[in-house]
């Protein structure tokens, strides 16, 4: 038996600099204005600036979104093995059946299997950015440099239970 067809979904990232960047996924599971889970396959091999990261063609991702949280999570998986986690720091995250839009805040956290953590673009933070923003910076480092194993915990188990 084949694999049913999911329903389209974008993800709309916003740059502090106002640049907007759509990404075409799949939907697999949304709470609308809190929750979505999306899924997307690598049709590439693509390189992870600031790491040794290299995504092959083929790699799974499962997008982890939330409206009430300072970050999403990106699970990168080649068959069943976790490749990493990418953490995107992010604010004003809207949830919709057909759009996850947010704002990048540019600092990026890739958590490896192991628990080990790699703060990315720390040098591209503008001097200017909002005291709000700065907040949710902090906020979502304090998760993942405090409880980096309870995130993964809690990623891998709704991965799992997203793909069934």
């Not at 956290?109 to 910076?137: F, G, K, N, Q, Y």
Request: proline share 4%; charged share 25%.
């Amino acid at each position: 038996m084949g694999r049913q067809a999911r329903a389209p979904i974008t993800e709309r990232k916003t740059r502090l600099d106002g640049s907007v960047i759509d990404y075409a996924c799949e939907l697999i599971r949304v709470a609308a204005g809190q929750h979505a889970v999306v899924r997307y396959v690598t049709q590439q091999d693509r390189a992870i600036q600031g790491t040794d990261l290299v995504l092959k063609a083929g790699t799974l991702t499962i997008g982890h979104f939330w409206a009430d949280r300072p970050y999403n999570v990106y699970h990168w998986l080649a068959g069943d093995r976790t490749i990493a986690f990418y953490v995107n720091v992010a604010a004003d995250t809207r949830i919709s059946e057909d759009l996850i839009a947010y704002t990048d805040l540019v600092i990026d956290i890739l958590l490896r299997p192991s628990a080990a953590i790699e703060v990315l673009d720390e040098d591209e933070l503008p001097p200017t950015i909002e005291p709000r923003h700065r907040l949710a910076i902090a906020k979502a480092l304090e998760v993942c440099v405090t409880e980096p194993r309870r995130l993964i915990a809690e990623i891998e188990r709704e991965t799992r239970a997203a793909l069934g």
